[in-house]
Nanobody, 122 residues
Framework: QVQLVETGGGLVQAGGSLRLSCAAS????????MGWYRQAPDKERELVAIISRGDSTYYADSAKGRFSIARGSTENTVYLQMNSLKLEDTAVYFC????????????????WGNGTLVTVSS
């Protein structure tokens, strides 16, 4: 069973920075894409940023110029560096992984972490 574990959330003042980390359990795991979504209170979950195996990236307009997504040294780890945080960035941030490759076999599957809370205060 693949598990995604997020760390790095917390309380930060507006204008500050946080770095979120996500690691997938298990060895020999590769994903077509890994990314971050967020869900604010009373709002739907929305895409923040994704990165492909070829390191192509996509950012939501709200994240462009402030957030940066990157893979770790192992392909089953992804980071989200968040700078110049705003009150409206307050949300639970979820790690997402799609398209699993393991031991030469592909699974058209999607995985979610349990989320980590980011609270931006004034």
């Amino acid at each position: 069973q693949v598990q995604l574990v997020e760390t790095g959330g917390g309380l930060v003042q507006a204008g500050g920075s946080l770095r979120l980390s996500c690691a997938a359990s298990g060895n020999l795991l590769r994903f077509n894409t890994m990314g971050w979504y967020r869900q604010a209170p009373d709002k739907e979950r929305e895409l923040v940023a994704i990165i492909s195996r070829g390191d192509s990236t996509y950012y939501a307009d709200s994240a462009k110029g402030r957030f940066s997504i990157a893979r770790g040294s192992t392909e089953n780890t992804v980071y989200l560096q968040m700078n110049s945080l705003k009150l409206e960035d307050t949300a639970v941030y979820f790690c997402n992984a799609k398209g699993l490759w393991t031991t030469g076999v592909f699974y058209d599957a999607e995985f979610w972490g349990n989320g980590t809370l980011v609270t931006v205060s004034s």
